[in-house]
């Protein structure tokens, strides 16, 4: 019985690849405001309240120890944090991608995390308007990153993946689980076929997360792609999730792994 059982879900999963390259992939469900709720996180779509606490994110040397390649002498300022964002909701806005910054709320902060968190870096209890409703936090949170889908090419079914994460929450599940919402859309909502995710030789914890959590191996690395200024470049390493993929296998591990935290 037991594995009539798998062999009748593994269908159902080949079913919905199937059905999802049928549909392709339609512009219209690209979002303006995207949002999403996990048991540890919740993803809303980055507004300016926001632009402090992501300028404090951007500036931090050990959060973005692995994107040197994205850093600014002197760190971002609230002004070059509001024009980024502002930027990327006009490609939002374009259907290139979907944006989310990561919150979590007080009572979910990791009791090894919390004593490093200052009172200032929390923002009230709030409804916040997303393309299907809102979503509603009741309760003081605190803003602890950013995610999303970028450069989606609906024609190909194809875009990358992304995550910039607060040092402090490294290795407390925040990252597998907002990774596995965004993950999630590409796959369920947007039928996206190849979600590649993108990093560099050093960062040991994503390449350990996409080799052992998700389950693929480097897929190609890029020799000098990301340049780091004083003429200095450093390799990517690249990895790609399939929908085939995601519905056998990934999809449910990722859960399991939540579940476990």
Not at 6 to 11: D, F, G, K, N, Q
Not at 47 to 75: I, W
Not at 120 to 132: G, L, Q, S, T, Y
Not at 227 to 233: A, E, M, P, Q, R
Request: some cysteine; charged content about 30%.
């Amino acid at each position: 019985m037991a594995s009539r059982r798998l062999s009748t879900t593994t269908a159902l999963r080949r079913n919905s690849v199937l059905d999802n390259s049928k549909k392709g992939c339609d512009p219209d469900l690209v979002p303006e405001r995207a949002g999403s709720t996990g048991s540890l996180v919740t993803l809303i779509p980055p507004d300016k309240d926001q632009d402090v606490a992501m300028s404090r994110l951007l500036s931090d040397l050990e959060t973005m120890k692995h994107l040197m390649f994205m850093t600014r002498v002197g760190g971002y300022t609230k002004k070059d944090a509001a024009a980024r964002r502002v930027g990327r909701d006009e490609r939002q806005h374009a259907k290139e991608l979907v944006n989310y910054t990561i919150v979590i709320k007080k009572s979910l902060i990791p009791r090894s995390v919390l004593h490093n968190i200052g009172d200032d870096e929390f923002m009230p209890a709030c409804k916040i308007p997303v393309d299907n409703g809102h979503i509603e936090i009741d309760e003081p949170y605190m803003v602890i990153g950013c995610c999303g889908l970028n450069n989606i090419d609906l024609a190909n079914r194809c875009s990358e993946a992304g995550i910039i994460l607060d040092a402090r929450f490294w290795r407390t599940g925040v990252s597998t689980e907002a990774l596995y919402l965004t993950l999630k859309f590409g796959f369920e909502t947007l039928c996206l076929h190849r979600i590649s995710l993108h990093t560099t030789e050093g960062n040991l914890g994503m390449r350990g997360w996409m080799e052992k959590a998700v389950g693929v191996e480097v897929e190609c690395i890029r020799k000098d792609v990301l340049y780091l200024g004083n003429d200095k470049y450093i390799d990517s390493w690249d990895y790609a999730v399939f929908d085939h993929d995601w519905y056998l296998s990934v999809e449910k591990n990722l859960r399991a792994r939540i579940a476990k935290r």
